[in-house]
């Protein structure tokens, strides 16, 4: 399941991005989606993910600062990331729950001042 994230870049403490991700060769609007992040030496942590029908789940760490949503019609399913930190710092990957995890490549989110 191709997942192509995109958006991420270098941002000061304070600042905001919006991610994309884009998929194809799934009937996207019946599958959950989500986007975790990876950190050097940290485990990998799920952010968020939203379901079919729009119910959402925050990590505690992003809560109040970061929304996912979803467009069904562009295929893509994005992450506003609003009053980022330093510890933010992380590649973001979109991914499709299941039996089987789809994960697709990252981008990098850096907030640095």
């Known amino acids: 399941v191709p997942l192509q994230a995109s958006g991420g870049g270098l941002v000061r403490p304070g600042g905001s991005l919006k991610l994309s991700c884009s998929a194809s060769?799934?009937?996207?609007?019946?599958?959950?989606l989500g986007w975790a992040r990876q950190a050097p030496g940290k485990q990998r942590e799920v952010v968020a993910t939203i379901t079919s029908n729009g119910t959402t789940y925050y990590g505690d760490s992003v809560k109040g600062r970061f929304t996912i949503s979803r467009d069904n019609l562009k295929k893509t399913v994005y992450l506003q990331l609003n009053d980022l930190k330093p510890d933010d710092t992380a590649v973001y990957l979109c991914?499709?729950?299941?039996?089987?995890?789809?994960w697709g490549r990252g981008t990098q989110v850096t907030v640095s001042s």
């Open positions: 991914y499709r729950p299941g039996a089987t995890t789809s």
């Open positions: 060769g799934i009937l996207f609007r019946l599958n959950t």
